[in-house]
């Protein structure tokens, strides 16, 4: 029951993440939200860092249905382990480029947290 839920939980993080790759094709104003200052929506040095990312996040979130479909839920839950690096690494971006501590925590380390439990449920289940 228990790996059910968190399988449920890690499918929801890899379709936000899918969500959030392919809104930055769609709407690089978007990005604003991330939590950077200033962040440039008008420049296409910066569009161009933002589609990088937006095919990392996609891609990210691939990996967790092709584990979802075809690995064991303790396979998962190592994956989410080592990708909670990715919101924490965001969160300390937010933080050195002066963010908001919104964006900090409630954003990025909330991410990492949500990430962190579900990781403990399939690799305690």
């Known amino acids: 029951m228990l790996t059910n839920v968190a399988s449920v939980l890690a499918g929801l993080i890899g379709a936000g993440i899918i969500f959030i790759g392919v ?3 769609r709407a690089p104003q978007g990005a604003v939200g991330f939590g950077i200052p200033d962040t440039p929506t008008d420049d296409r040095t910066f569009h161009a860092w933002l589609t990088v990312k937006a095919v990392r996040d996609i891609a990210s979130g691939l990996f967790i249905f092709v584990l979802l479909l075809g690995a064991t ?3 998962l839950g190592w994956f989410l382990l080592a990708a909670t690096v990715t919101p924490l690494g965001d969160a300390l971006i ?7 501590k919104t964006a900090v925590y409630g954003i990025h380390g909330a991410t990492a947290a949500v990430m962190l439990t579900i990781s403990v449920l399939l690799l305690t289940a």
Do not use: M
Not at 94 to 100: A, E, F, K, Y
């Open 73 to 75: 839920p303790h396979l």
């Open 23 to 25: 809104s930055a094709f």
């Open 94 to 100: 937010v933080l050195r480029s002066n963010g908001p």
